[in-house]
């Protein structure tokens, strides 16, 4: 069966330009969704045409092969934001397309508590459930009541309660057993009015603490935030010259308790943990302990500002891997890898990375 042509379909679209590490080569067939109607148009004409879809949002979370992409590129760009009272909660509806730090903007100056902590972060709405998107101890999955999505395997729409979504850390079923499968169209945060603001991150409470805040406000949390985050460059910045990141390029590992203290005991014994200093460790779900992963990467040797080729490690965050001008994705990934390999061959730990990877092996 012969399905339209989409109107407004682009080709041979770069898509360096359109993910903030600037790599990646060109995408076969580029369209802009404005709505959930066009994208679903746009799916079946790529399915009858039998090629491959790729949804973008931002771009911030991507490593795109140099050779690019050889189907759809799906650009999912549905705007709108719509707020209801319900029992005492704010639910706050937002397009995919929305881009999210103005969303958390909004939700701040309203005095609307759950999603202060997750400020500075790139990047638009539809992607937020995608890897629960978190930080400073506060994540989606707390505040998502609901995710509206095109289930490419049918062609209909559905919604997803918050139990459907199957979250876990900086995961869900989106980025896992169903990747590929959904586009999702719209998300529904329900925040708390007059709430507390969340603050549980030693990081936060130290500027905080320097700004001589005891009693800090959402719009406080939200500065402090971004403050923390612009010295990490955590924040896009035009005049930054860490600014071509995915951000954090590893997750931070989760390991049994025991292989922690294992860790801890053998760097002491060698002599790199001097007497009262402690290796980063923080309780996990399931009594597991979750280790920093900058904090091991840092140990293999490798630090800020360390260079292969024009990929580097950021100057300013241990885990943030940089196109510091011209990169290949090829250098991106070797760099990667490196670190990947230094960390398994010191601690027999398996670095998990974050963005997800687009033509290219991790
Ligand atoms: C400087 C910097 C700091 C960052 N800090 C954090 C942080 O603190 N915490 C954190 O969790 N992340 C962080 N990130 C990663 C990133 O910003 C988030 O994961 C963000 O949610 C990605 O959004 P995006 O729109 O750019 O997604 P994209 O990069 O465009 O896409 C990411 C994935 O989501 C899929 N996707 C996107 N939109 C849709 C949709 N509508 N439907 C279905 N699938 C979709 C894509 O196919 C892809 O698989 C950071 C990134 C940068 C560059």
Request: hydrophobic content about 40%.
């Amino acid at each position: 069966m012969s399905v339209t042509r989409p109107a407004g379909l682009a080709e041979s679209v770069s898509l360096s330009g359109l993910s903030t590490l600037g790599v990646g080569g060109p995408a076969r067939y580029y369209l802009r969704a404005g709505s959930a109607a066009s994208a679903a148009a746009a799916a079946a004409w790529a399915r009858a045409e039998g090629l491959p879809l790729l949804v973008l949002g931002g771009g911030s979370n991507l490593v795109v092969a140099d050779e690019g992409f050889p189907g759809l590129v799906l650009h999912v760009l549905v705007r709108g934001v719509d707020v209801a009272g319900a029992n005492g909660g704010v639910e706050l509806t937002a397009g995919a397309g929305e881009p999210w730090d103005p969303l958390v903007a909004r939700a701040v100056s309203e005095g609307w508590a759950g999603v202060e902590c997750l400020s500075g972060i790139p990047g638009l709405v539809g992607a937020t459930p995608m890897q629960n998107v978190g930080a400073y101890g506060q994540d989606v999955s707390e505040t998502i009541t609901r995710v509206r999505v095109l289930d490419l395997r049918t062609g209909e729409r559905e919604e997803l309660g918050r139990e459907g979504c199957r979250f876990g850390y900086r995961d869900s079923r989106f980025k896992r057993e169903d990747r590929g499968r959904y586009v999702i169209l719209d998300v529904t945060y329900r925040l708390r009015p007059g709430g507390a603001p969340s603050v549980k991150y030693a990081d936060l409470e130290r500027q905080l603490a320097a700004q001589g805040i005891r009693t800090p406000t959402l719009a406080d949390v939200r500065r402090a935030v971004i403050d923390v985050r612009r010295r990490k460059s955590m924040v896009i910045d035009p005049d930054d010259p860490n600014r071509r990141s995915v951000g954090s390029f590893f997750m931070n590992p989760v390991v049994p308790a025991g292989r922690a203290q294992q860790i801890e005991d053998a760097l002491r014994a060698e002599g790199t943990l001097p007497a009262g200093e402690r290796m980063p460790a923080f309780p996990a779900a399931n009594g597991g302990t979750k280790l920093s992963a900058a904090w091991l990467i840092e140990r293999t040797g490798l630090h800020r500002g360390y260079r292969r080729g024009n990929a580097g490690i950021s100057t300013n965050h241990t885990l943030a891997i940089v196109n510091c001008g011209g990169a290949t994705a090829q250098e991106v990934v070797a760099l990667a890898r490196e670190v990947r390999d230094r960390v398994r061959d010191r601690f027999g730990i398996a670095l998990v990375p974050e963005p997800v990877f687009v033509g290219l092996e991790f």
